[in-house]
């Protein structure tokens, strides 16, 4: 998908620190290491609390942690808009914000959540990011997987990135977010490592990320 002549600009939008890494990472980095020109914008951003309103991380952490996975991924160029954690808006507010950073990078390929996921953040992600997209030919929405979301229903997935070269970065990524890590521990990126398999044999390789089109233009 990335062997390209042509230089790419891909954009991934994500509402929490991670959920990009987990979702696409592989993805991500093995664009970078081909050349290719990868943003990554975050909704959120500010500090983030769970279902109990316990914090779980500071914004200063929040953003330490989204700066260092974005680089491990070889990812230089990063937007954080700020919106609240677990008040994502499907509004004009986020939409136009989108939309201005899509005019201005231009993107060849974005990636966003599922639309059937179950958090309410991801969802309107999801339903902004195609929104603000509604003159780009190519939209690809990235598998759902717990803690970064559960979708109800079932994934197609009909795009697949051998990452088995950008695995590791991949994992490195997660352990960035040190807070997640605390959280959730190896069993946490144990299972993104096995559903990265589980798709690579699907594929016929080690590891794969895999994806459901929104819209997808094909350059011949
Ligand atoms: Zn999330």
């Known amino acids: 998908m990335f062997d390209t002549y042509k230089k790419l600009n891909i954009l991934a939008v994500g509402a929490h620190g991670d959920d990009i890494e987990l979702a696409c990472g592989g993805t991500l980095a093995r664009a970078t290491r081909s050349g290719h020109n990868v943003k990554m914008v975050l909704v959120t951003g500010k500090e983030s609390n769970d279902h109990n309103e316990l914090p779980i991380r500071t914004v200063d952490e929040s953003q330490q942690e989204v700066a260092k996975a974005s680089a491990i991924l070889g990812v230089t160029q990063l ?11 499907y509004s004009i507010d986020l939409i136009g914000k989108l939309d201005d950073i899509i005019c201005e990078f231009k993107p060849d390929i974005i990636f966003t959540h599922f639309v059937f996921d179950t958090h309410q953040d991801h969802i309107r992600t999801a339903h902004s990011t195609i929104s603000a997209a509604r003159r780009q030919n190519t939209i690809l929405l ?22 088995s070269q950008t695995i590791d970065q991949k994992v490195e990524s997660l352990k960035a977010h040190h807070s997640q890590y605390l959280k959730y521990t190896d069993k946490w990126v144990d299972a993104v490592t096995a559903r990265a398999k589980f798709r690579g044999f699907e594929m016929g390789v080690n590891y794969a990320e895999c994806f459901e089109v929104v819209r997808m233009e094909i350059k011949l």
């Open 142 to 163: 990235y598998e759902p997987i717990n803690p970064s979301g559960q979708g109800y229903v079932a994934f197609r997935p009909q795009v697949y990135v051998d990452i």
């Open 79 to 89: 937007s954080i808009l700020g919106f609240e954690d677990m008040h994502v808006p």
